[in-house]
């Protein structure tokens, strides 16, 4: 119950940071909180944190943007799907080498909501798309330590 | 593989009907909270900062906002007067008479995190009477309107938006044309405007009021550059907004009889009537006074 609560509030804290508000330049590289997140908790527990709880976060994460729904629900059942694939693989990695797979895993999210945004007709097909998720890449052994000591101290199991 | 599904399903029935939009709506209620901690520091800030004025500031701000409201009431004593003739001459001339429009004041609570999209939060909602396609302004311009309202909030898509294009008219001789959004929230652009056409530099461009959804002869933008490139069928002309879209704390809701929507709401056609005072403007909203106070307290971080 107590560990539920702790995912669920990680989750909300990711969302928070995601619509923070950030100057004008900065903000396409806005990383991809909630999406590192999904993945940290399918990686370490893939046994409690699932497609499902990831796709209920983007749903919340659709309404929150005002997109349609659905959109980025999509896009973290992917990112769960593939972290579901690798995870046994890429627990055994160095935190660098962690960073490597992660980029294309959210590469690969941004494509997908970079075509749905096309579909809905509201974004322009620039190469720009790909930064969020470097800079989430390089910041995810920070991410990553941050959650592991989270999970820690309060006995995530 | 069925969470695919269910997504895929519910971005086309939400794309293509409004089934899905309570589930919206009560979502977002829950949900929108998270702008206003998101925007706490900022607000923070804002009340340190306001605490923090020296006497100096607030005497030297206090001087400038007299003098300031002393020219603006000169401004409207003359108004009044042209305001009747107005009407007068509108009942001479057997044509509907131009109806003061009552407005709502609203605050900025977040702004869309996604870079591609022009889009701001406000936290005024349906329990406010807003309604979609409302018109929102600022103190000195046209901002855009509102494209989605829950219980508490609505979204607002401003016109520099790349989807969003109003109509508009050159204040100097009555030129119509259609102001589309770039996505850059600096520039609109003129859509299909001849090489011959009289425009220029420095030009004010009003709302035209002709697509039922902006009341006309707000301002809209300034012309600030055209340019004739015989290449090209149409000159490129663009005009730089007159509302800060990207520093206004305090809007406008404007609630208009000219707007599509807006004869939805009962209150308005008593207005109608009430064409000889149309100077002050109250809020449509009952509790008036704080809401009509609030530009005025939170002067110093608008700055």
Not at chain 2, 180 to 200: F, K, M, P, S, Y
Not at chain 2, 272 to 281: H, K, N, T
Not at chain 2, 286 to 291: A, F, G, L, Q
Request: proline letters at 7%; aromatic letters at 8%; one cysteine or more.
């Amino acid at each position: 119950m107590r560990s539920s609560l702790i995912i669920g509030l990680t989750f909300l804290v990711a969302l928070l940071l995601s619509v923070m508000p950030m100057p004008s330049p900065v903000d396409l590289g806005r990383p991809m909180w909630l999406a590192m997140v999904v993945a940290f908790w399918v990686m370490v527990m893939p046994h409690r944190v699932g497609l499902l709880c990831a796709w209920f976060a983007g749903l919340a994460t659709d309404v929150l943007y005002g997109e349609l729904i659905g959109q980025h629900a999509l896009v973290m059942t992917l990112v769960a799907w593939l972290m579901l694939l690798l995870y046994q693989r890429i627990r055994r990695f160095p935190l660098w080498q962690q960073s490597l797979v992660m980029l294309p895993v959210l590469g690969l999210a941004q494509l997908l909501l970079l075509w749905l945004n096309s579909l809905a007709g509201s974004r322009p097909p620039i190469l720009m798309f790909l930064l969020p998720a470097a800079v989430s890449a390089v910041l995810w052994p920070w991410v990553f330590s941050i959650l592991s000591a989270v999970k820690r101290r309060f006995h995530v199991f | 593989m069925a969470l695919t599904v269910v997504s895929v399903a519910f971005m086309v029935v939400d794309a293509r009907l409004s089934v899905l939009q309570p589930l919206r709506a009560q979502l977002g209620m829950f949900l929108m909270p998270i702008y206003y901690v998101a925007e706490l520091p900022v607000r923070t800030w804002g009340t340190v900062h306001t605490q923090l004025t020296s006497r100096a500031e607030l005497i030297n701000e206090n001087e400038r906002l007299r003098a300031e409201s002393l020219l603006i009431k000169r401004k409207l004593q003359k108004l009044a007067t042209l305001t009747e003739q107005n009407v007068r001459l509108r009942e001479l001339l057997n044509s509907s008479s131009l109806v003061d429009e009552r407005v709502l004041v609203a605050e900025l609570i977040g702004v869309d995190p996604n870079p591609f999209t022009q889009r701001i939060m406000i936290n005024k909602g349906e329990h406010d009477g807003v309604f979609l396609g409302q018109p929102v302004l600022d103190a000195t311009g046209l901002m855009g309107q509102i494209v989605e309202v829950m219980p508490f909030n609505a979204r607002v898509l401003l016109l520099t938006d790349v989807s969003h294009s109003l109509p508009v008219q050159v204040n100097r001789n009555g030129l119509r044309a259609i102001a589309a959004g770039t996505g850059n929230n600096e520039w609109l652009e003129l859509r299909h405007v001849g090489d011959t056409a009289d425009i220029r530099v420095d030009d004010i461009l009003v709302s035209s009021g002709l697509g039922q959804r902006f009341p006309a002869g707000y301002p809209v933008g300034r012309v600030v550059s055209i340019e004739q490139d015989p290449a090209q069928p149409f000159a490129e002309v663009k005009v730089a907004p007159t509302a800060q879209l990207n520093r206004s704390r305090y809007l406008l809701l404007v609630f208009s009889p000219e707007s599509g929507y807006g004869d939805l709401l009962p209150a308005l056609s008593l207005e109608a009537d009430q064409d000889a005072a149309p100077i002050v403007q109250t809020p449509a909203v009952s509790n008036e006074t704080d809401e009509a106070q609030a530009p005025v307290g939170g002067q110093p971080d608008a700055q």
